[in-house]
């Protein structure tokens, strides 16, 4: 039975949360998977360990990128909502709640994906026996360097400004209520 002193926004915003934390956690899992099998087709002494170390390192950041931005910010996201509402935050419009699934989500989807697209670039470019790193990184995005930062700093700024909106936003729901109670405990 659904809480009747949530509302509707709310409990659409905190079930996209839920789910999605459910969707990374599984997804980090398998990032965790991907990271050893992969790690594994580059035999070991193959390349120097420095070189081993930095072809198979972005797979293992997915891996806890994935877990941690994925899965506990939107956890975190969702219980900071909850206990504000019941300590009496004021209620948050749906709009600002949509920086959360309509910002955070997505661009954090994208920041994983450009991991995961980075990491196989440098550990397929190893494995194909090409040693310099500074080569393999100039030809990521297929050398196009200035629509590279171009998509990194969109989907990092999206992911920031979107969480910086629900902070401040709950920030200020919070600052309401400690008014309230200071007016009521005045009252009194």
């Known amino acids: 039975m659904p809480n009747a002193d949530l509302p509707s926004h709310y409990a659409r915003t905190l079930r996209t949360l839920l789910r999605f934390a459910c969707a990374m956690l599984l997804a980090g899992l398998l990032a965790g ?26 797979l293992a950041l997915i891996h ?12 975190a996201c969702a219980g900071a909502l909850l206990v504000a509402r019941r ?3 004021r209620e948050l419009k749906p709009a600002t709640l949509a920086w959360l699934t309509r910002g955070y989500l997505p661009f954090l989807g994208l920041t994983l994906a450009l991991m995961l697209y980075k990491a196989y670039h440098v550990l397929l470019a190893v494995r194909r026996g090409d040693t310099d790193l500074g080569a393999i990184d100039e030809r990521f ?25 629900f902070a401040v936003a709950l920030w200020r729901s919070l600052g309401a209520a400690a008014q309230r109670g200071q007016h009521q405990g005045q009252a009194t």
Request: hydrophobic letters at 50%; zero cysteines; aromatic letters at 6%.
């Open 33 to 58: 998977v991907l990271f050893q099998e992969s790690s594994k087709k580059l035999a070991p002494g193959s390349v120097p360990d420095g070189l081993q170390l930095q072809a198979t390192l972005g």
């Open 64 to 75: 806890g990128h994935v877990l941690v931005s994925g899965m506990l910010v939107p956890l």
């Open 87 to 89: 300590i009496g935050g």
């Open 141 to 165: 995005f297929f050398g196009l360097e200035p629509a590279r930062h171009a998509v990194y700093a969109l989907a990092h700024v999206g992911m920031a400004l979107s969480l910086g909106v």
